[in-house]
């Protein structure tokens, strides 16, 4: 959504369905993962989400890997979730389509309830693709 990234190692990772049956509406999500083109090249993490796609996306950051099972919610990972420290560079997308640096706290990704639940931080569908991506990467 806006990265560039290596055609080459582009490559599918999950998708996500739900539905949205009180907003009586669904989505369905398509997940990839993929190396980003001349990463070295940017100077902040913010120029390297400056052409997110704002009427898709109101926020990214960037986090590492190890981060991930920290928001794979318990039904998935069996895990209870713990208060977790630091914070990650990205940016937000503004009222009037600006793309501006942020920094967001760990608790704020992870978000209150942890599962996905819609008490803040990730929807289900990126928890998800967490999921799979941190087995990946093990």
């Known amino acids: 959504t806006g990265l560039k990234a290596s055609e080459s190692s582009t490559k599918f990772l999950c998708s996500y369905n739900a539905a949205l049956v009180q907003k009586q509406r669904g989505y369905f999500i398509l997940f990839y993962s993929a190396i980003v083109r001349d990463a ?12 997110i796609a704002t009427e898709e996306v109101s926020a990214a950051c960037l986090v590492p890997s190890s981060f991930l099972p920290n928001v794979v919610p318990r039904k998935i990972s069996g895990m209870d979730h713990c208060i977790v420290d630091g914070s990650f560079d990205g940016v937000e997308v503004q009222a009037d389509g600006n793309v501006v640096p942020a920094s967001f706290s760990a608790m704020e990704i992870i978000g209150d309830g942890g599962e996905g ?10 928890r998800f693709a967490a999921a799979v991506f941190s087995k990946q990467v093990k």
């Open 40 to 51: 070295r090249t940017y100077t902040t993490v913010a120029s390297m989400l400056s052409d």
């Open 117 to 126: 639940d819609g008490k803040g931080g990730l929807g289900m569908g990126h």
